[in-house]
């Protein structure tokens, strides 16, 4: 099952569990520069809007993490690299979401990394049709989009140039969102059982036009 995490405060402990595992993750391991206070890894985005999926392993320790960004507050492709969007400008909308901070304990094998990241990627979507949203926007290599979220069954654009970040090479995404979507994931990871524990259902709210 895949935990929902939104409106954390900061001091609660949930809260500094995620940071912590997100500067094990991201810092440690990756090598990400990223500021960091006494081990843990939060940055502006991580405000009450933000929403956190986490997937734990049989121990209790945490499998891994997704964080959600509503594009209607700052968001990370259009206050870091808008130039990903480009000619286009940075979307607001209740509709429009961002993925960000996807990441597996290190320690894991192969094969557990793998199923934790289906699990993640599955209950994005499951999370996105509860509350309404249409679209999710992330920055990746276009190779990992390739092998993990088509190898998914998610079918994504390429919303705008290629640029390096980090000394690598990333595009910024479009993923739409559809029961249709979701069925294709579920039957390529097998996963077929529901996996967010909380969900507040708004499927019946209208639908906005989006930009193509």
């Known amino acids: 099952m895949i935990e929902v995490h939104p409106s954390l405060p900061a001091d609660s402990p949930v809260a500094q569990e995620l940071y912590h595992f ?25 405000t009450p809007g933000a929403v956190h999926l986490v997937s734990r392993a049989a121990n209790g320790r945490i499998a891994g993490l997704l964080r959600l960004l509503p594009t209607m507050a700052p968001y990370m492709i259009e206050k870091l690299w808008p130039d990903l969007l480009a000619p286009y400008p940075a979307p607001r909308s209740p509709q429009i979401w961002e993925v960000t901070r996807l990441g597996t304990d290190p320690e894991l094998g192969l094969l557990e990394r793998g199923q934790t990241v289906a699990e993640l990627v599955t209950a994005c ?14 920055v990746m290599s276009e190779d990992h989009a390739r092998r993990v979220v088509m190898g998914m069954g998610w079918r994504y654009e390429r919303c705008g140039p290629m640029r390096l970040l980090g000394g690598s090479p990333v595009i910024a995404l479009r993923l739409r969102l559809s029961e249709d979507a979701l069925a294709r994931v579920r039957q390529r990871t097998r996963l077929t059982a529901r996996l967010c524990l909380q969900a507040h259902s708004s499927r019946a709210l209208p639908a906005l036009a989006l930009p193509a």
């Open 22 to 46: 997100r500067y094990r993750v991201f810092v440690q391991h990756a090598g990400w520069e990223l500021p960091c206070q006494q081990q843990q890894e939060r940055d502006q985005f991580d």
């Open 125 to 138: 979507l499951e999370y996105g049709l509860d509350h309404g949203i249409q679209q999710m926007l992330a």
